[in-house]
């Protein structure tokens, strides 16, 4: 398990650091898969709706969307996450449990970049799907149709992520040997 230590050293070092997803992970796909990587930077500001943010989440650290700001129960101000292969909105996050943000991904052995037009339309639809999905997961659970609702969320992910994301998102040559790597 990453500490935050660790990842705080690598960011420092060198602006970024390569985390590696946890083998047996599934709370990202099929955006993500474990033994995926991802390129952390910095996150230097506000998040975008759509960012993928590594946050601290209980005892581990977690690569998930950012879907918008909220409130909690009390009135202070959070972060509203979702992994895209949950169908549950992730429990407030407080800013400061934020570590970093994904700036790139390597998946099937291929790194595609998160920055520029295309990917932030593509993170802002995906967020919008993440968001509208769990509400009709939550609002199907008293008529027991959340088991439909789930399989519709992710058939309709796995297509956008088989169609969209590749078209979205262009390659990149693998981050530099002198970027730590580290693994969650």
Do not use: K
Not at 86 to 104: C, G, Q
Not at 151 to 161: E, F, K
Request: contains cysteine.
């Amino acid at each position: 398990m990453l500490r935050d230590d660790a990842l705080r050293l690598a960011l420092n070092a060198s602006g970024a650091a390569v985390v590696t997803i946890v083998a047996g992970d599934r709370s990202m796909e099929p955006t993500l898969h474990g033994g995926d990587a991802i390129l952390a930077v910095p996150l230097p500001g506000p998040p975008a709706r759509g960012d993928l943010l590594v946050f601290r989440q209980s005892a581990e650290l977690v690569v998930h969307r950012y879907l918008g700001s909220a409130r909690t129960r009390d009135g202070s101000p959070c972060l509203r996450t979702r992994g895209d292969g949950r169908f549950e909105l992730d429990p407030p996050v407080d800013r400061s449990a934020v570590r970093a943000r994904v700036a790139a991904m390597r998946r099937g052995g291929a790194w595609r970049s998160l920055e520029g037009a295309g990917p932030r339309v593509y993170a802002a639809l995906v967020a919008w799907h993440d968001l509208a999905w769990a509400g009709a997961a939550h609002a199907a659970r008293p008529v027991r149709l959340s088991g439909v609702i789930a399989a519709l969320d992710r058939a309709l992910l796995r297509l956008l992520t088989r169609v969209a994301l590749p078209l979205a998102h262009r390659r990149l040559d693998a981050p530099l040997e002198a970027v730590p790597r580290v693994s969650v």
